[in-house]
Every structure is written in C-alpha cells, then in structure tokens.
C-alpha cells in the first residue's frame, strides 16, 4: 500500500518561492498526485495534478522525478494569503478497489 | 453550479442519538467521497461510492453507513453517536480518470 510522507511545517516570508516535498515510495505505476490547499474552517481545495514530469498551472507548479517516489510542490512569490495547509494525496487502483493515501499535511505559515 | 452543499454547518448530539449528514452534488459527479478530519489533524477516508447504487468502505467506516441512491446524493448515516465521533465531516465528489475532488463546507459534529 503507497505510503506518502510531508513535513509537518514550513516557515517562509512574502515574496519567496516555496517548495514542499511529499514522499511517496511506493507509489503504483498508473497513480496520479494531487495536491490541496485547505484554510481554516474549509474543504480542502484542489492545486494542481500531475503523474510525471513537470505540471505548471496559474497558481503551482508541479515536479515529480523519473522515478515518481517522491513530488514537490512549488509555490512562486507567496504571500500572506497562502498561509494554509497543503496535503498531497496519491491515488491507487481503480473502481471499487481504488484506494486514497493522503498525507498529514504541511502547515505553511508565511511571514511579512 | 452550487457545487457541493453540505447539511447543516453545525450540529450538537447527545450520546447515542442518530443522525444523517446530508450531502448533494450537482456537477454529475461518479464518485462521491465522505471524510472526518478531527482537529488539527489529516483527513481520515470514511465510506466512498464509484456511482449510484456502489459503496465502499474507506479506512474508518466503523459507526458509520452510506446510501447512494442517485448520482447527486450521498448521506453519511451516525446510528449510535459516541464522543469519539466529534469531528468535522466533508463530503467531496470528483469525476472519474482523476483525483481533482471538490470538497463541501464541512459539518462540524459534536457529540456529548
């Protein structure tokens, strides 16, 4: 059974760039990785799906080795309003035998 | 599109009493998804169900049931309701070939 792993925080100020990893060792061969960003008091809110390469939307990019054990999430330029919880999920199977391993999450907190 | 509605916000149980989280979809979503995330921590997959009539269990089924008897609903069922159980529940629904979920706002439960 995939397994993903992510640190439990990071601290990072206005302006920068941040990047947050998430293990996943035993991933399947067809499993995608997503990530979500949750506030407080919300539903988690999707970020960006990639299964390997490189995966850019208007908000993250996502990059995930030939070997896919691992993904990290890139923020560009972060600001206070990114300050929240970010959880990778990785997917495996199919149907009723599909199975959801999400991570503990990242809790970013971002400083002036 | 209201997306995923959730029913209610908020709610107060006493200790063995039963009630139905409510939860209703309308983007023609197959998979439909119900979680419990207790405080300050990751989301915990309950039951979760490929298309009307389909359901299975997600990793913390025990206390809890499911019905799915359309596409747009899902309702998660508490028959005995224990303090264990006090938590906040979303319910979220994607469309197959991806794990793009939408999430609800949440019922946040508390049993006394």
């Known amino acids: 059974l995939a397994k993903t792993t992510q640190p439990i925080s990071m601290d990072s100020y206005e302006g920068q760039e941040v990047n947050i990893t998430c293990s996943h060792n035993n991933i399947a061969t067809n499993d995608y990785i997503t990530w979500y960003q949750q506030f407080p008091s919300q539903g988690p809110r999707f970020i960006i799906q990639g299964y390997k390469t490189k995966v850019t939307n208007e908000v993250a990019s996502l990059f995930i080795p030939a070997d896919r054990k691992s993904s990290t999430l890139s923020l560009p330029r972060v600001s206070l309003s990114d300050t929240a919880v970010y959880y990778c999920?990785?997917?495996?199977?199919?149907?009723?035998?599909?199975?959801?391993?999400w991570g503990l999450g990242t809790s970013l907190a971002v400083n002036p | 599109n209201a997306g995923v509605t959730q029913t209610p916000k908020f709610r107060i149980l006493k200790i063995g009493q039963s009630m139905t989280l409510q939860c209703t979809q309308d983007?023609?979503?197959?998979?439909m998804y119900w979680y419990r995330q207790d405080p300050g921590m990751g989301l915990k997959l309950i039951y979760y169900?490929?298309?009307?009539?389909?359901?299975d269990k997600g990793e913390v089924p025990n206390g809890y049931n499911v019905s799915r008897s359309t596409t747009e609903d899902f309702p998660l069922r508490l028959e005995l309701a224990a303090p264990s159980q006090t938590s906040v529940y979303f319910c979220?629904?994607?469309?197959?070939?991806?794990?793009?979920?939408?999430f609800g706002p949440g019922t946040r439960l508390t049993v006394l």
């Open positions: 169900s490929v298309g009307a009539g389909i359901t």
């Open positions: 979220a629904s994607n469309l197959p070939g991806g794990d793009e979920q939408f």
């Open positions: 999920l990785v997917g495996e199977g199919a149907g009723n035998n599909r199975k959801l391993i």
């Open positions: 983007m023609n979503h197959n998979y």
